[in-house]
């Protein structure tokens, strides 16, 4: 394998502090700008890279949130962290400048959608019809459950029967967890109009291949770590049709799902 000295020459002509080392595309250990510094002060720098990397590596799966990463950062305090497939074959290396830059583009999304939803959820005088938009994000676990918190207040504050705002919290929020677990990520769209209350979930796919297979209660495709959060029980989609006066769903495997729930107000609710 390559030396020490090759490595140190590669990460002073590219500026990375850190090369992972592998074989057959499979990550077998690591050399920091800490490996280089001993190496050279232990007068081993000539030697193979085997001998000396760290081959005890944080390593993240491509398929975790952000969140994940920028944990493990505070956690562990690497300048860097391999990233494998599920197959375990290296696909990549993130640093905190990575995870900076995503924050950011992703900070000015949350302001456009902010804006839009301003202009979109403007409530109408009592009586007419309300409705709400929210977008899901894929692994978003921290904003699961904006949609439903706020559907939930607006319910409130027009009056509903609070057994009928029960039924339509759990319900939306089962399919928003839905769609950041299981999707690339979606809209939930809420519609409040006299006598009646519709919460749609539409995402951009997957798709559901076997819908009789999935609304098969602790039926699961989630990961394992997913499930190590608490999440993915295989639970929401029954759940959903559960709470639900009314429910509908069709699937298209590669393009997407949507999902209808409805409910019956008293005649007292708007």
């Known amino acids: ?32 700008i800490g490996d280089i510094i001993a190496a050279l002060d232990g007068g081993w720098i000539e030697e193979p890279a085997e001998a000396h990397m760290s081959r005890s ?48 583009v992703e900070m000015n999304r949350e302001v456009e959608r902010l804006e839009s939803r301003l202009k979109e959820n403007a409530e109408p ?25 706020a559907i939930k207040k607006a319910l409130k504050d027009r009056g509903v029967d ?17 769609q950041v677990i299981h999707s690339v990520g979606g809209t939930i769209t809420f519609t409040l109009e006299p006598g009646r209350a519709e919460v749609r979930a539409e995402d951009r796919g997957p798709g559901i ?17 997913i499930r190590s959060l608490g999440f993915g029980a295989g639970m929401g989609l029954p759940n959903a049709r559960r709470s639900a006066d009314e429910f509908s769903i069709e699937s298209v495997p590669g393009r997407g799902t949507s999902v209808r729930v409805g409910f019956a107000l008293k005649p007292d609710s708007t």
Request: proline fraction near 5%; avoid cysteine.
């Open 1 to 32: 394998g390559d030396s020490l000295r090759s490595i140190q020459a590669s990460m002073r002509d590219r500026g990375f502090t850190g090369v992972p080392i592998v074989e057959g595309g499979r990550l077998v250990g690591l050399v920091s």
């Open 57 to 104: 590596v944080v390593v993240l799966e491509d398929d975790m949130p952000l969140s994940f990463a920028i944990t493990y950062h505070q956690r562990y305090r690497y300048g860097r962290f391999p990233v494998l497939d599920k197959s375990g074959t290296l696909v990549g290396i993130l640093t905190p400048t990575d995870i900076i830059r995503s924050l950011l």
């Open 162 to 178: 609070p057994a009928v705002i029960r039924r339509v919290a759990i319900a939306t929020y089962e399919l928003e967890l839905n």
């Open 125 to 149: 005088p009592g009586g007419e019809t309300l409705r709400l938009a929210f977008s899901t994000v894929r692994y978003d676990f921290e904003n699961a459950g904006r949609a439903s918190g």
């Open 209 to 225: 291949p076997d819908l009789e297979l999935a609304m098969r209660e602790g039926f699961s495709t989630a990961d394992e770590w």
